[in-house]
């Protein structure tokens, strides 16, 4: 910065270490200096002036990477600070206006803000007549050029030098005319995209952010739902809209409404199959089909007729099942297989995860490898047993969908290792039938006894479904498979009866192994 004020034998001693002239005249502060001085701000700052014409901005403004909204809001603060307390020029303030005359003005900032989207306006092209009302510029910003016009003489001789700049004098803010219509105007404006738009696409289910022919039809649409909630949009002009798309307003919210259209569109030529799985269409619409089909009874009629108009009957709702989309890798290593393209969302396993429960009378016999009608229920549940205690750590409150999972099985997530769930259902079924337990359940049935006193308390309570009701007497086992053989050794041994009616006799391990903890 100070290269040309130096003396001839500074200059030499400065290209012996390689800073020449031609260097020092390409060299540039670090933008991304956390306490830049006067000399980098100053530098950003007549760079921005150049680009712009002034230094009006905002407080996050950055240019070049430099934090130029930051550093100009310090320098104004230090200012005003400067000048209360010592009753003199700030000593920067020269080389600031030297930049711009006006960056730091007496006018308020509000004024600043709608002068800068103005300013925005006309460096996109706009070119501001206010003789006609300010024509393609929004509302509100019309409306603050008109008050300006209405206002010229007033403003302060900075105001209408910027001003001027935006092409607005003296002499053509005398024809100013307002920028704002009148609400039927505008009213009838929308009403008329939103009927080229129902024309094209049967429906008025617009996101906020969508666009139609340029006209913000989506928050258009959105303003005119917000009235009609609060009672406040006329009854005529609801009829209006209503005329193009009788759901343009759903009571079931918005998101349903625009996902059903998706799906109407997808299947368009399509038959819809739902005791078959949906076959033919994309997984994702036959998901939201079949989870639609699980809680049809807890649909609004309207939901229902349009369900209806998809081939959805109340019948195909009750016989409806999940289509076959199985895809995995293949296994590598000790890393376990998972699906490639299969999501792990909540919404996408719950629908299998009612039917497996449903059909095996609750989650606990789902390991990591169990498929349910094609879908990895197993690898789901093991997702979101991750979700759920992540989010009780990080958070300290349940998980949101934990009371959805419980419902199917209260012990879907349960405070001990899920493998235990297994073991346990295992040596249930066995039980439920009456058949011998195997040498293996009956081994874990011991190892569980022996550790009675650190089972939790509802791994407890689950056991005495078993007929365990306690760490005594120990069960004895069979560590031979049950079969045949095992059937002619009960037989030779029939006159010592065996320790339990579902349990071969045979003589206590010498130790107790940790399965309970690990299976």
Same mark, same amino acid.
């Given at each position: 910065m100070?290269? @040309?004020?130096?003396?001839?034998?500074?200059?030499?001693?400065?290209?012996?270490?390689?800073?020449?002239?031609?260097?020092?005249?390409?060299?540039?502060?670090?933008?991304a200096?956390r306490?830049? #001085?006067?000399?980098?701000?100053?530098?950003?700052?007549?760079?921005?002036?150049?680009?712009?014409?002034?230094?009006?901005?905002?407080?996050?403004?950055?240019?070049?990477?430099?934090?130029?909204?930051?550093w100009?809001?310090r320098?104004?603060?230090?200012?005003?600070?400067?000048?209360?307390?010592?009753?003199?020029?700030?000593?920067?303030?020269?080389?600031?206006?030297?930049? $711009?005359? =006006? +960056?730091? @003005?007496?006018?308020?900032?509000? +004024?600043?803000?709608?002068?800068?989207?103005?300013?925005? &306006?006309?460096?996109?092209?706009?070119?501001l007549?206010? %003789?006609?009302?300010?024509?393609?510029?929004?509302?509100?910003?019309?409306?603050?050029?008109?008050?300006?016009?209405?206002?010229?003489?007033?403003?302060?001789?900075?105001?209408?030098?910027?001003?001027?700049?935006? *092409?607005?004098?003296?002499?053509?803010?005398?024809?100013?005319r307002?920028?704002?219509?009148?609400?039927?105007?505008?009213?009838?404006?929308g009403?008329?995209? %939103?009927?080229?738009?129902?024309?094209?696409?049967?429906?008025?289910?617009?996101?906020?952010?969508e666009?139609?022919?340029?006209? @913000?039809?989506?928050?258009?649409?959105?303003?005119?739902?917000?009235?009609?909630?609060?009672?406040? &949009?006329?009854?005529?002009?609801?009829e209006?809209?209503?005329?193009? $798309?009788?759901?343009?307003?759903?009571?079931? *919210?918005?998101p349903?409404?625009?996902?059903?259209?998706?799906?109407?569109?997808?299947?368009?030529?399509?038959? /819809?199959?739902?005791? %078959?799985?949906?076959? *033919? &269409?994309?997984?994702?619409?036959?998901?939201?089909l079949?989870?639609?089909?699980?809680?049809?009874?807890d649909?609004?009629?309207?939901?229902?007729?349009?369900?209806?108009?998809?081939? /959805?009957?109340?019948?195909?709702?009750?016989t409806?099942?999940?289509?076959?989309?199985?895809?995995?890798?293949?296994?590598?290593?000790?890393?376990?297989?998972?699906?490639?393209?299969?999501?792990?969302?909540?919404?996408?396993?719950?629908?299998?995860?009612?039917?497996?429960?449903?059909?095996?009378?609750?989650?606990?016999?789902a390991?990591?490898?169990?498929?349910?009608?094609?879908?990895?229920?197993?690898?789901?549940?093991?997702?979101?047993?991750?979700?759920?205690?992540?989010h009780?750590?990080?958070?300290?409150?349940?998980?949101?969908?934990?009371?959805?999972l419980?419902?199917? $099985?209260?012990? =879907?997530?349960?405070? +001990?290792? %899920? #493998?235990?769930?297994?073991?346990?259902?295992?040596?249930?079924?066995?039980?439920? /039938?009456?058949?011998?337990? @195997?040498?293996?359940?009956?081994?874990?049935?011991?190892?569980?006894?022996?550790? =009675?006193?650190?089972?939790?308390?509802?791994?407890?309570?689950? &056991?005495?479904?078993?007929?365990?009701?306690?760490?005594?007497?120990?069960?004895p086992?069979?560590?031979?498979?049950?079969?045949?053989?095992?059937?002619?050794?009960?037989?030779?041994?029939?006159?010592?009866?065996?320790?339990?009616?579902t349990?071969?006799?045979?003589?206590?391990?010498?130790?107790?192994?940790?399965e +309970?903890?690990?299976?």
């Amino acid at each position: 910065m100070s290269y @040309p004020g130096l003396a001839v034998e500074q200059r030499q001693q400065l290209s012996a270490a390689g800073l020449t002239k031609q260097t020092a005249a390409t060299a540039r502060p670090n933008s991304a200096t956390r306490r830049p #001085s006067l000399e980098t701000g100053l530098h950003y700052a007549r760079s921005y002036a150049a680009l712009h014409g002034d230094l009006n901005t905002s407080p996050s403004d950055r240019h070049e990477g430099f934090p130029i909204g930051k550093w100009l809001a310090r320098q104004r603060h230090q200012a005003s600070l400067h000048t209360a307390k010592y009753a003199v020029p700030y000593p920067a303030e020269s080389f600031l206006a030297a930049v $711009d005359l =006006w +960056w730091n @003005p007496p006018w308020n900032g509000d +004024w600043q803000i709608n002068h800068r989207a103005a300013r925005k &306006l006309v460096e996109k092209g706009i070119i501001l007549l206010p %003789a006609r009302g300010f024509p393609g510029t929004p509302d509100w910003t019309g409306q603050w050029l008109y008050a300006q016009c209405a206002a010229y003489q007033q403003l302060h001789p900075g105001q209408q030098h910027r001003l001027t700049r935006l *092409g607005i004098t003296a002499a053509n803010s005398r024809a100013a005319r307002p920028r704002r219509i009148t609400q039927q105007a505008s009213f009838d404006a929308g009403l008329d995209h %939103a009927r080229s738009y129902a024309a094209q696409h049967g429906h008025l289910a617009v996101r906020r952010t969508e666009s139609h022919g340029g006209y @913000p039809l989506g928050e258009w649409l959105a303003h005119k739902r917000q009235r009609a909630a609060s009672g406040r &949009l006329p009854h005529g002009r609801v009829e209006a809209i209503a005329t193009l $798309d009788p759901w343009w307003n759903p009571p079931w *919210g918005l998101p349903w409404q625009t996902t059903y259209h998706a799906v109407r569109n997808e299947i368009r030529g399509h038959a /819809v199959n739902a005791s %078959a799985g949906f076959p *033919g &269409l994309p997984p994702d619409v036959a998901r939201w089909l079949l989870t639609q089909c699980i809680n049809y009874d807890d649909l609004r009629p309207g939901q229902q007729e349009l369900l209806n108009s998809l081939g /959805v009957t109340p019948q195909d709702a009750r016989t409806a099942r999940p289509q076959q989309e199985a895809r995995r890798r293949p296994r590598t290593g000790a890393s376990r297989p998972h699906p490639t393209t299969v999501s792990s969302s909540i919404d996408a396993g719950l629908p299998y995860a009612r039917s497996y429960a449903h059909a095996h009378s609750g989650l606990g016999t789902a390991d990591y490898n169990t498929e349910h009608d094609g879908f990895p229920l197993g690898w789901w549940l093991y997702v979101q047993r991750k979700r759920a205690i992540a989010h009780l750590r990080r958070t300290g409150r349940p998980w949101p969908h934990d009371t959805q999972l419980t419902a199917l $099985d209260p012990w =879907w997530n349960p405070p +001990w290792r %899920a #493998s235990w769930n297994h073991s346990y259902h295992h040596a249930l079924t066995h039980h439920t /039938v009456g058949r011998p337990f @195997p040498g293996t359940t009956a081994r874990w049935i011991r190892t569980q006894q022996l550790a =009675w006193n650190q089972l939790h308390p509802h791994q407890q309570h689950l &056991l005495t479904t078993l007929g365990v009701h306690g760490p005594t007497p120990l069960i004895p086992y069979n560590s031979r498979p049950v079969g045949p053989s095992s059937a002619r050794a009960t037989t030779r041994s029939a006159k010592s009866p065996p320790a339990s009616p579902t349990l071969a006799n045979s003589p206590p391990p010498a130790t107790a192994s940790s399965e +309970w903890a690990t299976q």
